[in-house]
Structure formats: C-alpha cells, structure tokens
C-alpha cells in the first residue's frame, strides 16, 4: 500500500513539474477577441460523450466538457475539475473538486455533478458509448460536496489516465434534466467555451465562458464548419474563409510549410497501423514465416512514397506517447532484408515453385488478406505495396478490399478466416494496457476483446494480467517492456506507421499547441494575431 | 380528375411499402452492424448485446417491418440509431437545403436546356449548334466532383466572387446549383432539340407555315408545345435524380444536404435513418410524377381524357 501511495506521489510531483515547465514559455503579446473557423471534414454524431466518442464530436466538445483529470500536449496527466487524490484502497482513489466551478448553465459543479455524470454513463440504459472505454471504473459515490471517490470494480492500473480521457466530461445535471434527449444537441459542462448553436452539416458554434474558473478563453467565438471534400478544405485555408483545417491534405502540406501565411502544425499521434497476421492459421503459426514476413516489407519506402511525411515510423505496437511504450527496435531486428526472408523462409521448409512462389509439401505459400480502403490513411495503398514486397520473397498475397463496414464485421468476428487483415490501433486512454491487454492477452480472441492475431503466450497472459491490477505506475512499466520484448520476439504484427496528427492554420492563429490525441482538440489558449 | 388524383395516390401506398421493404431487407443483406459500428472498435460484446436489445435490433426482420409500418402510420418515422434523434427532425435539417439546391438545379436545367435546345434546333448547322452540341457533350461526360473543384478555383479561389463552400445565402447557392445543373442542362438540351426538330418536319407545321403564321409562333406555339412531353417527362425524372442523387456535389461544395445523410446513414448502417430519408425521398418521387402525368393533361387535351 505505501508502496504505490509513494509511487503516486512521485507521479503527482512529475505532473506538477513538467506542468509548471510546460506554463513557463515565453509570454507573447496575446490578443483577445476574434472568431477563429475551423473547417474539419464531418458534422458530430452528438456533442454528449454518451453518445459520441469519435472525433468530430469530440474536437468540440473537449472545449466545453471538462473531466477530473486532463492529459496534456506532453501526455501527462494534469488536474483539471480535480485539485488532487488520494489512493484509499486498491479499488478507490479519492478526489477533491476544485471550489467554487460553474457550469455554463449557472449551476454549481460538485461531488454529485460528477456522481451524476457517471451514474448516467456507466448505469445508464443504454450505457454511455465510452463505457467500454472504461475498463473495470464501476462509479462514483459522494463524500462530501467537494469531494468525491472513484470507484474500481477491481484494481485497476490505468485508472487516472482512464478518468483523465477526452470523453470523461462532468456535464450538467441540472441541464441534462431541463433538456433531456435535447442535451446531447447543446450540451452543458465547465470548460471555457459553451454553445451557442449547432446546424446540422453546416456548422457548430462556440463562444467564450465568462465565468470560467480558470484564464478565460482569449477567442470570442470558434465556429466549426463540416466542409467534407479536402481539396476544399484547403481552398478554404486560401482564401480566407478558415483559419484552422483539420485533416489537411497531405499532398498540398510541403507548400503550406514554405508559406510564411500559414503554420502546420505537428506531432506524433498514438494510433499505429498494421498489417496484422493470424498467428493461430497455418503457415503464420510458424514464427520463422511470421519473421521472414517482416523482414521481406521495407517500411522506410512505405513511409517515404506512399506516406510523403503524413505518418511517422512504428517502432513497435504502440505510439511513443502511450504509458508503457518502449521502442521495439524492429528495424534492427527486423531490417528489410530479402535474402534474410527467404532464408527464414527456408528454414521453415518452404522452397521456390516453378511459379516462383514458395512451396511446401505441394502447398503453396498463398495468404489471403482482408482491408478496407479509407478507414485509415492510405491503407488500401500500404497493402498493395506489402503485397509487391511480399512477392519479391515468393509469397503470394490475395487481397480482398471490402467496405470498411464488412471488414469491421470479420476481423470482429470468430472464426477469422483470412491469414492477414489491414487495421488501425489507437490506444485511447494513453495506457498500454489498453492495447497490450486487448490485443495480445489469449482471452481477448474476438467477440470479447481484439486480439485478432489470436496470439497465445502464457507469460504475457500473466504478465498484462498482473500490470493491469497494479497501481504501482513504475512496476507497471517494467511489465509492458517485458510483454514487448516478448513480442518483438515474436511478431504477429508488421507495424507500418504511427499516425501523425497535423493541424493547418493561418499564421494568425497563436497560442495553438496540438495534442498526441487526435480529439484533445484544446482551444482554450489559441488566439488570433490580427 | 379528383377521381384520377385518389387513384394515383391510393396507388402510391404498395410502393412506398415495397420501397420501406426493400431498404429493411438491403440493409439487414449487407455486412456490417450498426450497433458495432457505433460503438467502435473497443466496445465489449456485452456493451454491444445491450444496445442492440435497447434498439430492439435483436427482432426478426419481419417484426421490425410491421412495426415500422404502424409507426410511419402515425407519423413516427422512428429515432436515428446513431443520433438517437428522432428521424423527422434529422429530415426537417436537411429537407430545405435540398430543396433549394433541387430547385434551382432543376430551374437552370428547364431554362438553359430548353433554350439551348430549342434554337440549335431552329438553326440546326448554325455555329451555336455546334457549340451547344459539343457543351452538352462536355456536361454529360465530366464528373460532378471535377466540375465542382475545376468552379471552386476559378471563381472562389482566383475570382473570389463566390464562397468555397456551405449554405446560407443566394451566392452560396450558385456554384452547386450550376454544376448540379449541368448533366441535366446537356440532356433537357439534347432532348429539346431532337423532339422540337422531329415535330419541325411534321405536316401540321407545315401546314401553319403554308399558312403564313410567322415562324417565332410555329416554334413557340406548336413546336414547342408537341415537343413538351417528352421534355417534361424527362425533367420529372431529372428532379428526382438531383434530389437523391446531388450527394457529390453535396461533398464538394459542404452543402447539408438530403444525399450526404443518405450516404453517412447508410456507411454507418443507421437502417433508420436510411428507411426514413428513402421513404420521404420516395414519397416526393411519387408526388412529382403525379405532377409531371397532370402536366400532361394540360399540354396534351387527349391524356387527360384517356385519364
């Protein structure tokens, strides 16, 4: 018990740190006023977490809604609606509110707002869609008015980065009553902005919360216009019509960056893409065929000619801001190196058909290979390279493309029955138990979790087991680079790339820092220099 | 002509069902869950089990249909599965946008196609003729989405007459209404041309010639009028395509309209949301062919009396 209580105390000393480090840049003239168009490709689903988790929503939203916690641009966690906590038992973490906090609606946050705000997500019929984001968080009870304690159904590591997620927003209970189904249209939370108004495939807008408990929020309004066509989008950042473009066009971006008018802005994201390998399908149980796999792609040329700098390397299978991650050196163990793949290739028994494919016992090495086209950067174009590549190596691909609604469906389902799969991770607390647990624990074969490579191992079974129930941070990090280097090991992934989050504004737009998590959209500081 | 009305509405009924029983049937045929999709990626089996009950997904087909059915009969077209708002409210945002776009498309279309059609059709070998020809050519055989960009830059982009893109105001309108308009433009013309120039070789305008009836009346009065079915039917047919069917130049021109919730409903198989927007899509398609048939009447004395 004092074991952790001193290791969190060591990660709430590192949080304040690095968030006194992050307030202490140098002060620029700011400017307050002005109304800052955003132009993003998609109009929400809602503007209430219970029913919207995906990031149209969420890029508006995370202005207005505000958790306990917050991560910041530097994934740490920062307090937010929450002072500090306290661990009181392996299931409980206690929390003092910050005093005197409005929402917009005038009402006063507190311990029962935020009983409130999980009582309806978590027990609700249905349940909010972030519920299964949640992990083993059973709920919130009061202790007192500014004091509230979180609740774990069992002990659970990745708790506070849980709690500290875009979707974790405390709302309204007062306005949740008054508005009932309307509230996820014109939600009402604590942040700096509130909302105004809302047309439907139009545009969202947002305007500063006077009584913000915290520095006001410099712009006057934000207004966040659906323009769907990106070629349009960028026009838009042209001719003057948007000052900030979500989803820029990746082609149009080296212009952008020589363009003194206009600033792009840029981070490594944590989502990884993968071709993914059925481990638990022959030929792909045999680790040597897994190997020579990886060592017949040549990630750099993807990433160079197909990726032209929108993504950034994967050096494991998870992003480099997730807790947890630790670099897996795949390109010292795993180097494109054809001559290495065959031989792996034949170590394993496979020899050269009179069709240069490989052959084993008159078996052909043929693998079939389901994507979707669109769901993720590029992916439809990353499959067929791999695709060439693996042919390079007398392995035969067969590709079958499907809507990404249909591939959904498959890959979710069980039995698989394709040897490969096209997918996208994004590791959405931050925390590596999130995805080490989902995708690589023997029980999370699909429907109960995604480990969709049917990968089996006891020791990293035991190991993400005993990460997950610890809330000591540090031994849980030692955890998860063990389960990597088993995995490194092991592969039953080719990571190909780790998205990178970019962000297209005028110059004009200050005080905008972009966040790792692609739905921290935070314009609490951003101003306009004109 | 009361009794025609009633008839043709009664009739209205089996296809507006067979048209709810054809979407609830694609969509249930397709793959993919909207539950699961909705959910995303990280949803738990349970979290998805319990929405899909909430939803009343887990009922067999038929069930669901007869449901619908009652509920549409009184005027619920049910709540949006993913906005969990009600359908009609979803319909009430877009309807009007699309509204505006499909008129003025259909305006541009009945003006300049006809137009265009009709004076190619008087100066047959004129250079307008050849200019009409190869433009209706060009309109039938460019992509929306390209003719929509190609516009954006020219007259937002280097011009900065008009807006990149949204609704609002009559400028906003004029760059998706044109180029929405233009396949339609180049077929009403090709249309108009052939049938007035077939009806120009008739005896009866031959006749009116012979007479001496100046030639401004023989295009007008009987060419034009003869030629109209044809014309007329192929505009009915028009509108409902540029109703359903404006979804690229929707996308280009970040118009929210009917076509864009069509396609996200159906990407996120929203079987709600998709049964609702067909259905009332269907009704207008019913109602502006009811119209086009009583055009007839009007043009043409003979079909109101068959009628």
Same mark, same amino acid.
């Given at each position: ?103 917009? =609606? ?108 915290? =520095? ?138 009179? =069709? ?172 306009? =220099?004109? | ?11 209205? $009924? ?27 990626? *990280? ?120 807006? $990149? ?6 400028? *906003? ?48 009065? *009987? ?62 398609? $019913? ?21």
């Amino acid at each position: 018990m004092t074991r952790f209580r001193n290791a969190l105390l060591v990660l709430i000393a590192g949080a304040v740190a690095a968030g006194l480090l992050a307030s202490a840049g140098p002060a620029e003239a700011q400017k307050r006023g002005g109304t800052l168009t955003i132009v993003r490709p998609t109009d929400p689903v809602s503007l209430d977490p219970n029913l919207e988790t995906t990031a149209p929503g969420a890029w508006v939203y995370f202005n207005m809604l505000e958790g306990l916690l917050t991560l910041d641009a530097k994934m740490q966690i920062q307090p937010s609606l929450a002072t500090s906590y306290e661990v009181m038992s392996p299931t409980r973490v206690r929390f003092k509110l910050r005093p005197n906090v409005k929402f917009h =609606d005038g009402t006063p946050m507190n311990a029962a707002a935020v009983k409130f705000t999980y009582d309806r997500a978590l027990k609700g019929t249905p349940p909010a869609r972030w519920a299964s984001l949640a992990g083993s968080l059973s709920g919130a009870e009061v202790v007192d008015d500014l004091t509230v304690d979180i609740v774990t159904r069992e002990p659970y590591g990745p708790v506070l980065r849980t709690l500290a997620m875009y979707c974790m927003g405390i709302v309204s209970p007062t306005a949740v009553g008054k508005l009932g189904a309307d509230f996820s249209r014109a939600p009402v939370g604590t942040g700096p902005f509130k909302f105004v108004e809302w047309k439907t495939n139009t545009h969202v807008i947002i305007e500063r919360f006077p009584d913000y408990w915290g =520095d006001k929020a410099l712009l006057d309004r934000v207004i966040f216009k659906v323009v769907p066509e990106e070629g349009a989008r960028m026009i838009a950042l042209q001719t003057g019509d948007a000052d900030m473009v979500l989803f820029p066009s990746p082609a149009l971006l080296p212009a952008l960056r020589r363009d003194p008018k206009f600033t792009v802005h840029e981070t490594t994201g944590i989502r990884v893409v993968f071709a993914g390998l059925h481990a638990g399908m022959a030929p792909l149980d045999d680790v040597r065929v897994r190997q020579a796999l990886l060592h017949a792609v040549d990630r750099k040329a993807i990433l160079d000619n197909i990726m032209e700098g929108s993504a950034g390397p994967a050096m494991g299978v998870l992003a480099p801001g997730v807790f947890g991650y630790k670099d897996m050196q795949l390109d010292r163990a795993y180097p494109f190196d054809r001559a290495k793949a065959k031989a792996l290739l034949a170590q394993a028994g496979w020899t050269p058909g009179s =069709d240069g494919i490989m052959q084993k016992g008159g078996q052909r090495l043929s693998l079939s290979w389901l994507a979707a086209r669109g769901r993720y950067p590029k992916d439809g174009e990353i499959t067929e390279a791999i695709q060439a590549m693996f042919k390079d190596v007398g392995v035969e691909a067969k590709v079958q493309v499907l809507e990404w609604a249909a591939v959904f469906q498959q890959v979710r389902g069980n039995p698989f029955n394709h040897h490969m799969f096209t997918l996208g991770w994004v590791t959405s607390n931050a925390d590596a138990d999130y995805s080490l647990y989902a995708l690589f624990h023997s029980k999370q074969v699909p429907p109960a979790g995604w480990n969709t490579s049917r990968y089996a191992n006891a020791r990293v079974d035991t190991l993400v087991e005993q990460a997950r129930r610890s809330l000591n941070q540090s031994e849980r990090e030692k955890l998860y680079f063990e389960v990597q280097d088993i995995l490194a090991k092991e592969m039953v992934w080719i990571p190909v790339y780790t998205t990178k989050e970019i962000v297209a504004t005028k110059t004009a737009v200050k005080g905008f820092t972009i966040h790792p998590v692609e739905y921290n959209l935070w314009l609490g500081k951003a101003w306009l =220099d004109k | 002509m009361l009794t025609f009305l009633v008839r043709r509405l009664m009739l209205a $009924v089996p296809v507006l069902l067979g048209v709810v029983f054809v979407v609830m049937l694609t969509v249930e045929l397709i793959p993919g869950d909207a539950v699961a999709l909705m959910l995303g990626e *990280h949803a738990t089996p349970e979290a998805v089990a319990k929405l899909r009950d909430y939803l009343g997904l887990d009922k067999p087909m038929l069930v669901r249909y007869v449901e619908y059915v009652g509920r549409v009969a009184r005027g619920d077209l049910g709540r949006s599965i993913q906005q969990n708002r009600p359908v009609l409210d979803e319909l009430a945002d877009v309807w009007p946008a699309t509204l505006e776009l499909t008129v003025a498309a259909l305006l541009i279309a009945a003006v300049v196609g006809v137009l265009a059609g009709l004076v190619s059709a008087v100066w047959p070998t004129s250079l307008f003729d050849a200019v009409a020809r190869i433009g209706s050519l060009f309109g039938l055989s460019m992509p929306v989405f390209w003719t929509g960009l190609v516009l954006i830059v020219v007259f937002a982009f280097w011009l900065s007459w008009l807006p $990149v893109g949204g609704a609002g105001t009559p400028a *906003h309108l004029v760059l998706p209404a044109v180029t929405l308009a233009l396949p339609s433009v180049a077929m009403v013309a090709r249309m108009t041309r052939s049938s007035v120039l077939d009806v120009l070789r008739e005896d009866y305008v031959r006749t009116a010639r012979a007479k001496g009836v100046a030639e401004r009346l023989v295009v007008s009065k *009987h060419a034009l009028r003869n030629a109209a079915i044809p014309i007329l039917t192929l505009l009915g047919l028009q509108a409902g395509q540029l109703m359903g069917g404006a979804v690229l130049t929707e996308t280009v021109f970040a118009w929210p309209g009917l076509g864009r919730l069509i396609v996200k409903a159906i990407f996120a198989r929203d079987y709600v949301l998709v049964q609702g927007a067909v259905l009332v899509f269907a009704v207008a398609f $019913v109602l502006i062919n009811l119209a086009v048939d009583l055009a007839y009447g009007v043009l043409d004395p003979r079909v109101s009396r068959q009628g």
